[in-house]
Nanobody
Framework: QAQLVESGGGSVQAGGSLRLSCAAS????????MGWYRQAPGKQRESVAT???????NYTDSVKGRFSISRDNAKNTVYLQMNSLKPEDTAVYYC??????????????WGQGTQVTVSS
């Protein structure tokens, strides 16, 4: 099995910045796509940003130009730099990884979630 551990959430005022990190560990041969998702109270979980192993990125429209996703394949870690934060960015942010393990095959893993709160 693999585990994803997130860090970097917190509370910030509108216009501020936060950087989320997510480190994968355990039975990992390689990691394909990694991404960040969020879920606000009363809403469905949505994709925020994804990145392939080769570094190709994709963002939801509401964060384009403000958020930046990156990854360090040697450390099995994905980052989300969030700038110009808005109150509507408030949510629990989840890390996701498409992991290939020699023992378990291809498995989709989720982190435990980290709270991001943006006050106006």
């Amino acid at each position: 099995q693999a585990q994803l551990v997130e860090s970097g959430g917190g509370s910030v005022q509108a216009g501020g910045s936060l950087r989320l990190s997510c480190a994968a560990s355990g039975s990992i041969f390689s990691i394909n796509a990694m991404g960040w998702y969020r879920q606000a109270p009363g809403k469905q979980r949505e994709s925020v940003a994804t990145i392939t192993r080769a570094g190709r990125t994709n963002y939801t429209d509401s964060v384009k130009g403000r958020f930046s996703i990156s990854r360090d394949n040697a450390k099995n870690t994905v980052y989300l730099q969030m700038n110009s934060l808005k109150p509507e960015d408030t949510a629990v942010y989840y890390c996701n990884a498409d992991v290939l393990s020699l023992r378990f095959g291809r498995v989709d893993y989720w982190g435990q979630g980290t709270q991001v709160t943006v006050s106006s």
